[in-house]
């Protein structure tokens, strides 16, 4: 029976490229026009094709991490890429949207949005065992949105011109007192403070972040003008001249985007400057991916610019400058992916298969949302008033240029170790 209505469902979806399946009775179907580089995938019992016929978002992942959807040609990249062309989810059936949305409504109440949940859901992620992070990320563990000037650059090279890009936008001063909402593990708090001179105050709710970031700093001489803390944003005190937040602001919530910007408006000085930088999609949406809701990223929200801009309204900033970036985190992703891939029996050591094919399917995913679902990234530059910043982004050259001359200068080369 299922696996009738998964061929009726491949043959309606797949009419371009060219997909071969095989069912757990043995029998393969081809579907799509014999274009591209053919893939197989096959689905090793019953069990599996009813899964993918009653709930295909979230089984699937579920499925290829236990091993019962397998991947025989090609990469489960190139399976998730063919079904996008062709736009499968329209053909899924009406009932998936309400189990999509119901799973999410009972989760949100299940957290309530207590601090003690934030701390809890950013553990689920930040706090696996490090050395998986050390296995795909760049030596400083920048685990965010590379910036890449140039099509040769290496992964290296776009993580330092991401914390370069931002700190310029961030137009910090001698004396100025900095503030980083959602540190990681301390790369661009040490770069801000070793290049500029000014104190740093970062926060994160991962335990495992803070100490590393901590012994990051002890090592490059920098206690003094770093403070990393196990701290809720909410808790932070005291006025800044400038805050940042890199790829926090999907992690809080969308019922807690008015609280941060409310709390950032309140921390920031009169004549401050603010820049986060987040992730986004082109419109709202009520419910996030349930494979990662359940596995990667619990209570996470990736926003729309329009829910953004009005919790920065509301709050009273004024909004100086929007910069889209659509498609470096794609390119991102794909570093990190195949980094992951080549360290397979390192993770399957550290974890277990199911965990690797987990991981895989998280970055896979990722990397194809935003090479073909349109999800982008986001800078906004925010300020109370309108002369804080320059006129023109001429500026951001000039910046640059300061900047890349003091990292050949006093940038300390660290790699992160364990």
Request: with cysteine; net charge neutral.
């Amino acid at each position: 029976m299922y696996d009738r209505l998964l061929a009726k469902f491949y043959a309606r979806t797949v009419t371009k490229g060219s997909l071969e399946v095989t069912y757990a009775s043995g029998q393969t179907e081809v579907y799509g026009d014999g274009t591209g580089e053919t893939v197989k995938v096959r689905y090793k019992d019953k069990r599996a094709e009813r899964g993918f016929v009653l709930n295909p978002v979230l089984r699937f992942g579920e499925l290829y991490m236990d091993g019962t959807f397998a991947i025989d040609q090609g990469t489960l990249y190139d399976f998730v890429v063919l079904m996008k062309r062709n736009g499968f989810r329209r053909y899924l059936p009406g009932y998936i949207k309400a189990i999509t949305a119901f799973n999410f409504v009972s989760d949100r109440i299940k957290n309530l949005w207590r601090a003690e949940a934030e701390k809890r859901m950013v553990a689920h992620h930040y706090d696996l065992d490090a050395k998986l992070y050390q296995m795909f990320l760049d030596e400083d563990w920048q685990y965010t949105c590379a910036y890449y000037e140039r099509e040769d650059m290496t992964l290296e090279e776009a993580q330092l011109a991401k914390k370069r890009h931002v700190t310029a936008k961030l137009l910090v001063k001698p004396g100025n007192k900095v503030l980083e909402m959602g540190c990681g593990w301390g790369g661009l708090a040490l770069y801000i403070a070793e290049l500029t001179g000014v104190h740093v105050t970062a926060v994160t709710l991962s335990e495992q972040q803070v100490q590393i970031a901590q012994t990051r700093a002890k090592t490059r001489k920098l206690e003094d003008l770093t403070d990393f803390r196990l701290q809720n944003y909410r808790d932070v005190t005291g006025t800044f001249d400038r805050i940042i937040s890199i790829s926090m602001l999907e992690h809080v919530g969308r019922q807690n985007f008015d609280v941060m910007f409310e709390k950032a408006y309140g921390l920031l000085d009169k004549h401050g400057v603010m820049v986060v930088h987040a992730i986004g999609r082109p419109k709202p949406a009520l419910t996030q991916t349930p494979f990662n809701e359940k596995y990667i990223f619990p209570g996470g929200h990736v926003p729309a610019v329009s829910e953004i801009a009005t919790a920065i309204e509301k709050a009273g900033f004024l909004i100086k400058d929007l910069e889209i970036l659509p498609m470096h985190y794609a390119r991102t992703c794909r570093e990190w992916r195949e980094r992951f891939m080549t360290h397979w029996d390192e993770a399957a050591e550290l974890y277990d298969e199911e965990f690797c094919r987990m991981w895989e399917m998280y970055l896979a995913t990722s990397e194809s949302a935003f090479a073909h679902d349109r999800l982008m990234i986001f800078q906004f530059q925010l300020a109370k008033h309108q002369d804080v910043v320059p006129f023109t982004r001429d500026y951001l050259a000039t910046e640059k240029s300061r900047l890349m001359q003091l990292e050949d200068e006093r940038m300390t080369v660290d790699k992160v170790e364990l």
